[in-house]
């Protein structure tokens, strides 16, 4: 009798948790459907203020994702880089990759924009400092930013370089 009480307990408690996951999955496969973000940065065309030896560090190493290489500006006052997204997409966030080879540090106080022309573009967010090897920085847009171009700009010092290893742009 008891035996046959406890398992009634285990059959329910087995049929609980199949639904648990299951609602789990549904509630997951909801989510990810709804936020299905890609990096739309991926292989598209990218711009540089200046460009350094020539072209040895073209604006398409920051868009490879590849993050042991990078592009990289001449030395000036206020280098940027601009990606050419193709098309229009909102956009949710953009991260930022420093260079990883002990040269992390020339990538500081930038800021980011977005635009649907290169002549009206929106501050998305800044990044203060100085950053770290390898480092990663996360910039989020306002709600509902929407536009084809992503600028990356260095706004302090006198003579910066602008080299970052990769620039992802997570839009839908
Ligand atoms: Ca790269």
Redesign the pocket.
Known sequence: MLHAAKERISITMATVLQCFALLCACYIDTTLSHFELKNVAYSKKVSLSSGYQGNTYPGS??V?G??S??AHTGFERSPWMRVDLGARYRIHEIEVFARSDGYGHQLHDFDVRVGDTIHHMHLCGHFTGFAYNAQRIAIWCPHNTVGRYVQVQIVAGSTSVLSP??ILVWGD
Do not use: G, Q, Y
């Open positions: 190493l920051a490879n590849i993050f290489d990078f290893a990769e």
